[in-house]
């Protein structure tokens, strides 16, 4: 029998189950909260990461996209996918896991879901971008949209930024219902609308989480007005967009980063040169945020490698001593690293 391998064989894994059990014992708006610290840390150390647009794999029916970073120290990537026609086959739009490894030595160390951990993560963006942006004050929020990104930004907007009003919209009444009951009792005053327009009346910010695999127009121009705060999450890869393009020319336009967003975000609707202010320069003071009540700003979030490395790094931080994860046996790690074969030929005896 092969030797018991040594304790970096094995990787630590956390299954669908486990991070639906993490959630719980954390609290659904303290790891909303916990996530968007890390990612604001990790936004403060921007320019130590490796950054790159991510690799995506486009067919008609959606994309494939892996999405590396590291910091010097830990690597991490993760595989997602976006399949607007999915929901309709009983199948997610969005599905993704995760992996955190050790630049030293390029072992990983975390394996994770991250279908869940990504509707956290994407919803602490949009708060902790929020946060920055949008009017101070603000109770009330349109939320267009309202398949499985939706009740999760719901949460983080009240967590972070205090938003306790919100108005939902689908085109599919269906999404809005499973919506409102699933955030009935939690304490937000809810009010279901009949079209996008009604959804933005009374609100200083608006969300739009739709999920169409063409230029869609979700907003138009004479529905923002002055001093609003959008956050366009649903537009996120090419040929998808949100919002009509005037839109864009009246306010001023937030990113994660711009060679990413320039192919998959509403930018992509205008010329290269079009001026965008990166978050993380707002987040660390160099630039700053909202400057005045009338401003429209927009925050065009398509989701990057980095926020999904601070949300992998939150969950590797929480797991020690819950037993929330499996060890895998993942890596083949022989007593001589150089005798593989001998492993192999050993195993079979
Ligand atoms: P989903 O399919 O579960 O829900 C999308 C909802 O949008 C559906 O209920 C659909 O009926 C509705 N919709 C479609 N067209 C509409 C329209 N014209 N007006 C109003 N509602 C409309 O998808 P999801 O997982 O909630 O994701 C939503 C979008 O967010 C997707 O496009 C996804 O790719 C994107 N996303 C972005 C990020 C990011 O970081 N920016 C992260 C995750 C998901």
Redo the contacts with the bound molecule.
Sequence with gaps: MPAAPSKLAYVPFVSVDNMMRLIHRVGIEEMLKGIATYIEDDFRRWELFDKTPRVASHSDEGVIELMPTSDGEVYGFKYVN?H?KN?REGLQ??TAFGLLADVSNGYPVLLSEMTLL?ALR?AATSALVAKYLAPKGADTMAL???????EFQALAMRAICGVTKLRL????PA?TAKAMSNLEGLGFDLTACKS?QDAMEGAQIVTT????KQY?T?LTDNMVGAGIHINA??G?CPGKTELHKDILLRSDVFVEYPPQTRIEGEIQQMPEDFPVTEMWQVITGAVPGRRDSAQITLFD???FATEDFSALRFVRDQLEGTGLYQQLDMLADPDDPRDLFGMLQRAGS
């Design positions: 976006g607007p929901t739009t969005v990504t994407t267009i949209g309202n398949g499985a990104q939706s919209y689908d085109v599919d999404a996008a989480c739709t999920a169409d869609a979700i999450i649903g996120d979030g398509v989701g």
